[in-house]
């Protein structure tokens, strides 16, 4: 099954393309679906599940076909739970992209000064949505717990990843491979709800899709 992906987030893509081609769809970017890749697409809710939902739809009505979008973010309890949804633009950076994100994990770390470890914990949250040609629309949530490190560590992921110790372990976010940090993330564990989800409903038969 054809996907378009409603995010300019090439982190997001590199992942949601391996978690969900190995479950046989096929993640297609808004560039290869002949948009321009910063299309800006509209999210202006205060939950996870509007933005979603939102930004996944606002695209479904522009291509028609499948189109898969994801709204996620960092919530920190010491912050009464921000970033939250405002985590891509918590430093004021308008691009997407590294720029960006140094940007928000500076201002994160900041806001966090003297805070100690005990109380720095914070989860990754994503809420995935799935709006199919009928308009039919279909959202999961995923979580993961962790804390904040002082010092960022690790090179791979994107945005938080750095910073973010998932709970138990010794390696932040940015220090896992891919197929590491898919198994035990927030969009992980959402695109899995998701798959099941789908396949419950009869809307994916094998590796191929009917409508209703
Ligand atoms: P699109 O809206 O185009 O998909 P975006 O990056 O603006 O791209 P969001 O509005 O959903 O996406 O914001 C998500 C932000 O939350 C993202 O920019 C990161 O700062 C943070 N975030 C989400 N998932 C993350 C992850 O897996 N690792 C690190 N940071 C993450």
Known sequence: MRLV???????????????????????????????????????????FEHNALEKTRALQEMLGGWVLGDDSGLEVDALGGAPGVRSARYAGVELPGRERDLANVRLLLRELEGVEPERRTARFVCVVALVR???????????????????????????????????????????????????????????????????????VVGDGARPD
């Open 133 to 203: 040609p009928d308009g039919q629309s279909l959202l999961a949530r995923g979580t993961c717990e962790g804390r904040i490190i002082e010092v960022p560590r690790g090179e791979s992921g994107f945005g938080y990843d750095p910073v973010f110790l998932p709970r138990g372990r010794r390696r932040t976010m940015a220090e896992l491979s891919m197929d590491e940090k898919n198994a035990i993330s927030h969009r992980g564990r959402a695109l899995r709800k998701l798959a099941r989800r789908l396949r419950e409903r009869g809307w």
């Open 5 to 47: 992906l409603a995010s300019t987030n090439q982190g997001k893509l590199r992942e949601v393309r391996r978690l969900l081609g190995s479950l046989g769809f096929t993640v297609v970017s808004l560039a290869e679906a002949g948009l321009d890749p910063r299309l800006e697409l509209p999210e202006t809710g205060d939950s």
